[in-house]
């Protein structure tokens, strides 16, 4: 890691990070918090690009059952959702949530795979096993008042060709403005990837609806050995989240490999940072 300093105030160039997924896993803070700073995070790659293992953009190894991702909307924020759609609006509402007093409003839907999307590719694995779980409901006051809801996985093979795969559906009809209807199934998938985004669609119309207490978790893990690694290079934060009043942004600004790094702005405490 090294620093600079502009105008008295430090700037952090985070540069290489190695991970492993064997059996080693760094912890979520450090035990010395830094002061608030603006920070770039880039070219984050495993030791076992040293050896001839395939270097295949994957996530380190968590405990089974350990929650890799838990989206309920309570920091005010979309919590690293984005809209996949060009009309689509994305807000954290207090409307309705299923639990807590946030959950996501989708909005502005003009086809039916119109929906919120979220990065995964940094922590959901080939030849893994997950749980992933997410609950929907409809918007009130809309001409549909009930339809399918689906979890569904998008996958970009290395060769830029795309699957769909439905992860967890509701029954046919079975999403309303009544209540919550919880989506829960496992997933995996075996193919190497260069994009993953988990997302929540329903099935032939552009209704509007909440999304909330989503949850990714790990049943069986992949292969040891695997490798890990963020390079930013799609323009993305893929899958790094803010912890706190803090902005990140995949930018040109600075990098130790290629054209991104992850700049990291708006840290207002020791304890402000972005995590995964």
Same mark, same amino acid.
């Given at each position: 890691?090294?620093?600079?300093r502009r105008?008295?105030v430090?700037?952090i160039?985070?540069?290489?990070?190695?991970?492993?997924?064997m059996? =080693?896993f760094? %912890?979520?803070?450090?035990?010395?918090?830094v002061?608030?700073?603006t920070?770039y +995070? @880039?070219g984050?790659? #495993?030791?076992?690009?040293?050896s001839?293992?395939?270097?295949v953009?994957?996530a380190?190894?968590?405990t089974a059952a350990a929650?890799?991702?838990q989206y309920g909307f309570?920091s005010?924020t979309?919590?690293?959702?984005?809209?996949?759609g060009?009309?689509v609006? =994305?807000a954290? %509402?207090?409307?309705?949530a299923?639990?807590?007093?946030y959950?996501?409003?989708? +909005? @502005?839907?003009?086809? #039916?795979?119109?929906?919120?999307?979220?990065n995964v590719l940094?922590?959901?694995q080939?030849?893994g096993?997950?749980?992933?779980?997410?609950?929907?409901r409809?918007v009130?006051?809309q001409a549909v008042?009930?339809t399918r809801?689906i979890?569904?996985?998008?996958r970009?093979?290395l060769?830029?060709?795309?699957?769909w795969?439905?992860?967890?559906?509701?029954?046919?009809? @079975?999403v309303t403005?009544?209540?919550w209807?919880?989506?829960?199934?496992n997933?995996?998938?075996?193919t190497?990837?260069?994009?993953l985004?988990?997302?929540?669609?329903?099935?032939?119309?552009?209704?509007?609806?909440y999304?909330?207490d989503?949850?990714?978790?790990?049943?069986t893990?992949?292969?040891?050995?695997?490798?890990?690694?963020y390079?930013?290079?799609?323009?993305?934060t893929q899958g790094?989240?803010?912890?706190?009043?803090?902005?990140?942004a995949?930018l040109?600004e600075?990098?130790?490999?290629?054209?991104?790094?992850l700049?990291?702005t708006?840290?207002?405490?020791?304890?402000?940072?972005?995590?995964?």
């Amino acid at each position: 890691m090294t620093q600079a300093r502009r105008c008295g105030v430090p700037v952090i160039y985070l540069s290489i990070v190695l991970l492993c997924i064997m059996g =080693l896993f760094p %912890s979520a803070a450090s035990s010395q918090p830094v002061d608030s700073v603006t920070g770039y +995070t @880039g070219g984050l790659v #495993s030791s076992a690009e040293l050896s001839s293992a395939p270097l295949v953009p994957n996530a380190p190894r968590a405990t089974a059952a350990a929650p890799l991702g838990q989206y309920g909307f309570e920091s005010g924020t979309t919590e690293g959702w984005f809209p996949r759609g060009q009309d689509v609006t =994305l807000a954290a %509402s207090t409307e309705a949530a299923r639990s807590g007093n946030y959950s996501l409003k989708v +909005t @502005g839907r003009t086809a #039916s795979w119109n929906s919120p999307g979220l990065n995964v590719l940094g922590r959901i694995q080939p030849n893994g096993t997950y749980e992933i779980e997410g609950c929907m409901r409809l918007v009130a006051g809309q001409a549909v008042t009930q339809t399918r809801g689906i979890i569904s996985m998008e996958r970009t093979l290395l060769d830029g060709s795309k699957r769909w795969d439905w992860v967890a559906p509701s029954a046919p009809n @079975g999403v309303t403005a009544a209540g919550w209807t919880c989506l829960k199934a496992n997933y995996s998938f075996d193919t190497p990837v260069q994009a993953l985004v988990l997302y929540a669609e329903t099935q032939g119309d552009t209704a509007a609806f909440y999304l909330d207490d989503v949850s990714i978790r790990l049943v069986t893990p992949p292969p040891s050995g695997t490798v890990v690694e963020y390079n930013f290079e799609d323009g993305t934060t893929q899958g790094w989240a803010p912890r706190g009043p803090v902005t990140l942004a995949a930018l040109t600004e600075a990098a130790h490999t290629g054209n991104y790094s992850l700049k990291t702005t708006g840290r207002t405490d020791p304890v402000s940072y972005t995590h995964l």
